[in-house]
């Protein structure tokens, strides 16, 4: 992660840089860093939203977003579940906002996280983003 920000509170570029996020089909893996427990959530997007809408299901519960690709940036600000969507992508109190940067790893090793942002890959796939 380059860029965290919590409900409000932004956390330290270094202290983002140990989060990791890992997106495997529709699967979006989440820690906060290498030794804390991985968040695992389901997602499903929807790009012909005006802002691109994507939904994050964990435990049963609906937590609606916003997505944008920029370059090799992948930025999404989540709502709580019964929360309203977010409208646009900024460090609100009533959001987690991340930005996630394409890993430049050689694929043999660590594939990058994401799709470029042309609108045929607009759907994550099994790409790990960098830490």
Known sequence: ??????????????????????????????????????????FQLDPAQNPKQITFTTAGKDSPGIY????????????????????????SSKVLLLTLQRSTAPASTTPPAFPTGDKSADKPDDRKPSP
């Open 68 to 91: 944008e690709f920029k370059g090799d940036e992948w930025s999404v600000a989540i709502a709580n579940p019964g929360e309203p969507r977010p409208k646009y992508l900024d460090a």
């Open 1 to 42: 992660m380059t860029y965290l920000a919590d409900h409000g509170a932004v956390v330290s570029e270094k202290e983002a840089q140990r989060g990791s996020v890992e997106v495997k089909g529709n699967k979006f893996v989440m820690k906060e860093n290498e030794t804390a427990h991985a968040e695992v959530m389901t």
